[in-house]
């Protein structure tokens, strides 16, 4: 039987079981309980939750109020300049500043053995966003393999808002994931400019981001791998509640398939990572907190964040404005299957 740390919360349904925690609304771990050789971490993370206090990679956390980058932080609202949070190497507001979402101490608002919501109050001005925020993060166990991931989030004054789930996904217990069978339903990308800004969108074909046939990364080309793949239409245009499948991963015996609302999948094979250390507090000595699943480095681990366009605001996309009058929806699923024959 699995033990949770304490502060650490449990969803658990059939062969699968979430453990959540408050920081960030993240998503901590989710286990594969009946994995041939026991209990299977899916996700990479940390043993313990203070050891989040180092993450610097958004392990599992939701990023907002505005994941993903908005170029130079800044919005413009009817001709008048709003200056955020630039927390990007480039001078941009990326996952919503540096102390953004995923940074926060969600309250839990309720927890069942299968669901769990995470509530958060956000003031006007909160690294620089106009206008209050509520937002609330739930996590439910549709069937005994589908976790369901939904955002919602209400403003009393104009706000862009894009709310992202940040799990790194190793299927397989390996070091790395070269071995994860990538098909995304994608025919198009947004390619990057010099100051890491989205370009016009392009064909994937020729391209690393071509997962148009289920195919594997190669090593030497993860750190290529990081970058946004149109998977749908406009959610403006979509049917409500249109949720789809957009991407699937396969090893070690296990697919994750993800189907979601959202008009984007941005893919990240975690070029980046690296053991992660903070000054403790008592001892003043540098502490590398112990993962909890694959030792991190380059290419541990694979991000499928399901979201709206990267920098919206700053490119005209009006979709990704919300009022009072519109409220902000996004919903996730991740359904885990297993063609291991017992």
Same mark, same amino acid.
């Given at each position: 039987m699995l033990q949770a740390p304490d502060g650490v919360h449990v969803i658990r349904r059939g062969a699968f079981e979430a453990w959540l925690m408050p920081l960030g609304a993240r998503l901590m771990q989710v286990?594969?309980?009946?994995?041939?050789?026991?209990?299977?971490p899916?996700?990479?993370?940390?043993?313990?939750?203070?050891?989040?206090?180092?993450?610097?990679?958004?392990?599992?956390?939701?990023?907002?109020?505005?994941?993903?980058?908005?170029?130079?932080?800044?919005?413009?609202?009817?001709?008048?300049?709003?200056?955020?949070?630039?927390?990007?190497p480039m001078g941009h507001c990326i996952h919503g500043g540096a102390a953004g979402f995923g940074w926060r101490d969600w309250t839990v608002a309720s927890h069942t053995d299968t669901h769990l919501t995470f509530s958060l109050e956000s003031p006007a001005g909160d690294q620089g966003f106009p206008g209050y925020c509520r937002a609330h993060i739930s996590y439910q166990w549709e069937d005994d393999n589908v976790l369901r991931w939904h955002a919602t989030a209400t &403003?009393?004054?104009?706000?862009?808002?894009? +709310?992202?789930?940040?799990?790194?996904?190793?299927?397989? *217990?390996? @070091?790395?994931?070269?071995?994860?069978?990538?098909?995304?339903?994608?025919?198009?990308?947004?390619?990057?400019?010099?100051?890491?800004l989205p370009l016009p969108l392009a064909d994937v074909q020729g391209t690393p981001f071509d997962f148009q046939q289920p195919c594997c990364i190669p090593i030497d080309a993860i750190p290529s791998i990081d970058g946004a793949l149109a998977v749908g239409a406009p959610a403006s245009e979509k049917l409500q509640n249109a949720v789809a499948p957009v991407a699937t991963c396969t090893a070690g015996g296990l697919t994750l398939t993800v189907k979601t609302d959202r008009p984007f999948v941005?893919?990240?094979?975690?070029?980046?990572?690296?053991?992660?250390?903070?000054?403790?507090?008592?001892?003043?000595?540098?502490?590398?907190?112990?993962?909890?699943? &694959?030792?991190?480095?380059?290419?541990?681990? +694979?991000?499928?964040?399901?979201?709206?366009?990267?920098? *919206?605001? @700053?490119?005209?996309?009006?979709?990704v404005w919300y009022n009072p009058e519109r409220s902000y929806q996004h919903t996730t699923l991740w359904q885990f299957t297993t063609d291991i024959k017992r």
């Open positions: 286990w594969w309980l009946a994995a041939p050789e026991g209990p299977r899916l996700c990479l993370g940390f043993e313990r939750p203070d050891d989040y206090l180092a993450d610097r990679m958004s392990m599992g956390s939701v990023c907002g109020r505005y994941g993903n980058r908005i170029q130079d932080a800044q919005l413009t609202i009817a001709g008048r300049s709003i200056r955020l949070d630039s927390n990007h &403003v009393d004054e104009p706000c862009p808002i894009n +709310l992202i789930p940040h799990p790194y996904w190793n299927l397989d *217990g390996q @070091a790395t994931i070269a071995n994860h069978r990538i098909w995304i339903a994608a025919t198009q990308y947004l390619p990057l400019d010099e100051r890491e941005h893919i990240y094979a975690a070029a980046g990572l690296r053991p992660q250390s903070f000054i403790d507090p008592t001892t003043h000595t540098p502490l590398t907190p112990q993962a909890l699943g &694959v030792q991190h480095q380059p290419g541990a681990g +694979l991000c499928l964040e399901t979201e709206d366009w990267p920098n *919206g605001p @700053a490119i005209g996309r009006p979709e």
